[in-house]
């Protein structure tokens, strides 16, 4: 089976930069699945990276307590009007563009259960049909002890897996205390540096967004074809999948053929992209071009995928919508670093190139690659006529596109959750599909709340977020909003 890979000088550095493992001279690390192509960079410069954030986190106040606008009767209160905003920048995957869920889920699952079978793993419950039920974005996995957890806000544990089968209470408090919390969750709760390198780095992955879900299912599957013959004291499961998502996810798999998954997107766009509706490029443009706004597009996506999809839900000229793209963003690390250099994109090999002198401006209407939020905002605020201009960020997923931006780069954000749709949520014309089969579960709950307790997911998207919607399509009426956290209405767990 694969094990660790042999790596003393380089790392891979992922969208959420959560994990870098070095283990008796091997190393392996912790992925989101948008940027599983990044190329490598070198260990000292990354643990400098890591230690950064960390001081500043630290000088912007404790992960859970972000001030929001309180009025004098002492309750908080929301004002959002997209008017307000100087420069509004946007997410690619499932914010402008949205996938269908119904036909990626599997495709993924089916992806990675192949490859741990090429590894060895029996097949007999690997290739069982897919149970979306037990999928949940969201859910975290203590990959030492093979299991699949759900945290409250405070980090208590309030659904625990093993294989697929459920941990009960008793069991639950035999194995992480009778608070019912890990060290390493307690320590993501605290400050989620704390967990991106050393020791807790090693046991903790979080599911973020639809790339990685199914990675839940994937796992309890494997460890229960595991106690089946002889259960390990340690599961190693996670260092077998984490090869199969380079093999899905490495940029340079797109275009040389290798990746399974890559390859069913181009033979088959339609059956897993959606259209993006014209009303939101309509919107776009008239925010551009009329309201005067400076708009650009963030993706982790390097310039390969995001064009392939991006042509595909907003048109072949999607790069006009906004006054900079930037693909390859390396987030959150593009929030916090203020020195990280810009690269070209050659637009016809569709391939970043050579880095750009730290002396050369940027320039409207270009893509870019990598980067940093202070020099694209040096850009970006010429438009605004403003030295301080006021910034709104869209995406889905609550760290990269929500927390981070909102804690490191003094920026509001609108949260994307597709989740909203199972609470009761009023559905728009405009939206097509949902996908409720997906991002509903009987077996782990709401999204938002289990029971009284709010999730660690609810709860970052009350303290860092704006306003929270189902789709993009939500903001294109939207002028004004007074206090609400959620629009058009609330979760019915709220």
Not at 112 to 138: H, M, T
Not at 204 to 216: A, E, G, N, V
Request: net charge negative; with cysteine.
């Amino acid at each position: 089976m694969f094990t660790f890979r042999k790596n003393n000088s380089y790392l891979f550095l992922n969208l959420e930069n959560l994990l870098f493992i070095t283990r008796n001279n091997y190393s392996t690390t912790q992925h989101t699945t948008t940027e599983l192509r990044n190329r490598r960079v070198p260990i000292q410069q990354t643990s400098n990276w890591i230690n950064q954030q960390k001081q500043n986190f630290q000088s912007h106040g404790n992960f859970s307590c972000r001030k929001r606008n309180m009025s004098s009767s002492g309750k908080t209160t929301q004002h959002f009007n997209i008017f307000d905003y100087d420069i509004i920048g946007f997410d690619l995957d499932c914010t402008l563009l949205r996938y269908n869920l119904q036909e990626m889920i599997p495709l993924e699952y089916t992806c990675l259960s192949n490859s741990l079978q090429r590894k060895g793993y029996p097949s007999d419950k690997l290739n069982q049909p897919l149970n979306l039920d037990f999928l949940q974005k969201g859910l975290i996995l203590d990959a030492f002890k093979g299991n699949v957890i759900k945290l409250d806000k405070n980090g208590t544990i309030l659904k625990a897996f093993h294989g697929e089968a459920a941990i009960s209470d008793e069991e639950i408090e035999r194995i992480y205390g009778s608070e019912r919390k890990w060290i390493a969750s307690s320590e993501f709760i605290k400050n989620p540096m704390n967990t991106w390198n050393g020791p807790y780095a090693e046991q903790m992955r979080t599911l973020l967004d639809y790339f990685d879900i199914p990675i839940s299912l994937v796992m309890s599957r494997a460890v229960a074809s595991l106690n089946q013959t002889n259960p390990p004291s340690e599961y190693r499961v996670w260092d077998d999948i984490l090869a199969g998502l380079f093999e899905m996810y490495k940029r340079e798999n797109f275009h040389d053929g290798s990746s399974e998954y890559f390859e069913a997107l181009k033979n088959n766009p339609e059956k897993y992209l959606l259209k993006t509706d014209p009303k939101v490029i309509e919107w776009l443009k008239d925010l551009k071009e009329v309201k005067g706004k400076a708009l650009f597009l963030l993706t982790g996506s390097d310039i390969s995928f995001a064009n392939f999809t991006a042509s595909y839900a907003l048109g072949e000229n999607w790069r006009d919508l906004f006054d900079s793209v930037v693909c390859y963003a390396k987030k959150p690390g593009f929030f916090v670093e203020n020195d990280r250099p810009f690269f070209r994109v050659d637009l016809e090999k569709l391939e970043e190139t050579e880095e750009i002198p730290r002396s050369e401006r940027l320039k409207y209407h270009t893509t870019y690659s990598q980067g940093c939020w202070s020099t694209l905002k040096d850009l970006l605020k010429e438009k605004s006529g403003t030295s301080e201009p006021k910034t709104l960020y869209v995406g889905d997923n609550l760290i990269q596109d929500v927390l981070c931006p909102a804690r490191f780069a003094n920026m509001d954000t609108v949260a994307i959750s597709e989740e909203m749709f199972v609470e009761g949520v009023p559905v728009k014309k405009e939206v097509k599909t949902v996908y409720n089969s997906v991002t509903s579960s009987s077996i782990w709950g709401s999204f938002y709340k289990l029971d009284d307790s709010e999730t660690i997911w609810y709860d970052i998207i009350k303290k860092y977020s704006k306003i929270c919607i189902p789709t993009i399509d939500y903001l294109v009426d939207l002028k004004q909003l007074e206090d609400a956290q959620f629009y058009p209405s609330p979760p019915k767990t709220n």
